[in-house]
């Protein structure tokens, strides 16, 4: 072989190494990019639940009413509250009712957003939920467009178990 052979195979063989070690630094760069966007994202997940005091420690110990929970609803205005406990505003939220039982209406509504930290109030009166039981949904999106829902179950203006947290499930609401 002579030495021009030898100076193009040698170049081959580095142009194939320089492209090889481009596309692992490329793998690597999208893998940090993705680590990145999920560590914003978790700096600002919204989280919404209903605003709650807890029961009295006799009540909930005894599951009055056959309520097993030891929070119950607070109220302003005669209505019930929304309220954020994640690190960021809640978007497009929409929550929905579903009656269990003997429960008389299916509420459900639409508000634009909630800021972390803070509650909103929705139109569901006291009485249509006192003595009732409902399965719960509550739909919105963080400000990075990620859908998330809560899931918890309402028993006599207590909530119960289990509450689920997490992001949408694919699927009709």
């Not at 072989?1 to 193009?8: A, R």
């Not at 949904?137 to 207590?158: A, F, K, N």
């Amino acid at each position: 072989m002579t030495t021009s052979n030898w100076l193009s195979a040698s170049g081959l063989v580095l142009q194939v190494l320089l492209v090889l070690g481009l596309l692992w630094y490329c793998v690597e760069t999208r893998r940090i990019r993705i680590t990145a966007g999920s560590q914003l994202e978790a700096l600002q997940t919204p989280c919404l639940t209903f605003w709650a005091t807890p029961r009295e420690g006799i009540d909930a110990v005894l599951e009055m009413d056959g309520a097993r929970g030891a929070m119950i609803l607070n109220f302003s205005g005669g209505d019930a509250m929304l309220l954020n406990i994640g690190n960021g505003p809640a978007v497009n939220v929409s929550y929905l009712l579903k009656p269990l039982g003997d429960a008389r209406s299916t509420p459900e509504g639409y508000i634009s957003s909630i800021p972390a930290s803070a509650r909103a109030s929705i139109p569901i009166p006291r009485g249509i939920l006192q003595g009732c039981r409902y399965d719960c949904l509550i739909r919105y999106e963080s400000l990075g467009g990620t859908g998330y829902e809560t899931r918890i179950g309402l028993h006599d203006l207590v909530l119960t178990p289990p509450f689920q947290f997490g992001r949408r499930s694919k699927g009709p609401r």
